[in-house]
């Protein structure tokens, strides 16, 4: 049977959900209530590549909402730490590299705060 590679945003939500504080929300989109009372982690997949059959190296786009830059940043700080943290046990990514640092933006609409960083996330087949 070939390998069957996870899903790489729900593995980092997954991921980030159990390490980072309550009352963080979590998506692949923000939705459109949206109002910042809560940080927003949105997780999604923009490319990558396949070592077959042993690697799917994910690029993954991380934002982190919220009503304020110095909130939203020491979220953003926390997703950078646990991701990057993986590197010393390689569980439960085989390898994580930063690709583009944090970069604050504001919503040009809402005028909400947003942090983003993009990342390499490698990823080790389920079965196979």
Do not use: C, K
Request: charged content about 20%.
């Amino acid at each position: 049977m070939p390998p069957v590679f996870p899903d790489v945003e729900a593995m980092v939500i997954d991921f980030l959900r159990d390490r980072l504080p309550n009352g963080v929300e979590f998506g692949t989109f923000v939705p459109h209530e949206y109002d910042g009372a809560n940080p927003f982690v949105v997780v999604h997949r923009i490319g990558g590549f396949m070592n077959w059959p042993a690697l799917d190296n994910a690029t993954v786009e991380i934002e982190v909402w919220s009503d304020s830059r110095e909130h939203g940043h020491d979220v953003a700080q926390l997703v950078v730490s646990e991701l990057m943290g993986t590197r010393l046990t390689g569980q439960p990514f085989a390898r994580v590299v930063v690709i583009a640092g944090l970069v604050y933006m504001v919503e040009d609409v809402t005028e909400l705060s947003q942090w983003v960083s993009t990342y390499q996330i490698s990823v080790r087949p389920e079965r196979g």
